[in-house]
């Protein structure tokens, strides 16, 4: 769990949902063009195969309404910021599940149009305000959408890595999400206001201890864009490998984030 305590950043519902079905049906467009040897293919999550990756898209939608199924919590025990942190605690089941899935869909276009169409009807039935049960804890239907919008921004950026010529497009908003909540993430696990990380135009963080510099230039300043920052925060790539190759800008002694990534994988 992470060493202390942030008050998570507000998100606007609507443009939550509207960026969520968005980035899903830039998904589920893309797995319609893709021919059956290319659901075969490797990919960066150890054994999966497209066709698990895709599988896993879909579950991922899904958690909505698995938790609207479940009892309302009495009321919220956790936050935004929590959630990062709780997920490889789920790993071994998430894996069982996707492969089930998997094995039961073997339309993975219809499988996710029929997640998209739940979704929505999901939505529309239940206000934001909503408590779900959920792997971090009780959250509010609103918040839990934010990390939805921040599984699917992570694994469109798995499924291009993995098929060649494959272009998803990132909804722009979506990736706005996946990138503040991780960066606030960031400032969650290394509290303190020495180091100043940009990832613009979505975010800017200040953390690490030391001294914290009250004007003009910071003298530790991380730059980076939005998604090689979300590919340092869930491992698909190293620090090393992103300052080797220009993909991060990194000045003063406090600047090393190694030790402290990935934040979730």
Known sequence: MPPAKKRPRAYDPAKTRTAVLAQLGNVREAVRTLA?????????????????????????VTAVGRSLDLPEPAK????????????????SAIDAFTRRLSADHPDLDAYLTAVEQGLVEQLDAHPGSRLLETNAGALPLSDYLVTRAVELVVHTDDLNAAVPGLDIP????????????????????????????????????????????????????????????????????????????????????????????PLMS
């Open 36 to 60: 059956p040897e290319q659901f075969a293919l490797p990919t960066r999550l150890g054994e999966w195969t497209v066709r698990e990756l895709v599988a896993h898209v879909g579950m991922a």
């Open 76 to 91: 919220a025990d956790a936050t935004l910021l929590d959630w990062p942190f709780a997920t490889s605690a789920s790993a």
């Open 170 to 261: 990132q909804d722009r908003q979506a990736l706005a999400a996946a990138t503040r909540l991780l960066a606030d993430a960031l400032a969650v696990r290394a509290p303190g206001g020495a180091t100043e990380v940009r990832v613009p135009p979505y975010a800017v963080v200040q953390c690490v201890e030391g001294p914290r510099h009250t004007r003009g230039t910071p003298p530790n300043v991380v730059e980076t864009d939005p998604l090689t920052w979300v590919r340092l925060a869930c491992g698909r790539l190293t620090w090393q490998a992103a300052v080797e190759e220009g993909k991060v800008g990194a000045s003063g002694g406090r600047a090393d984030l190694a030790r402290l990534l």
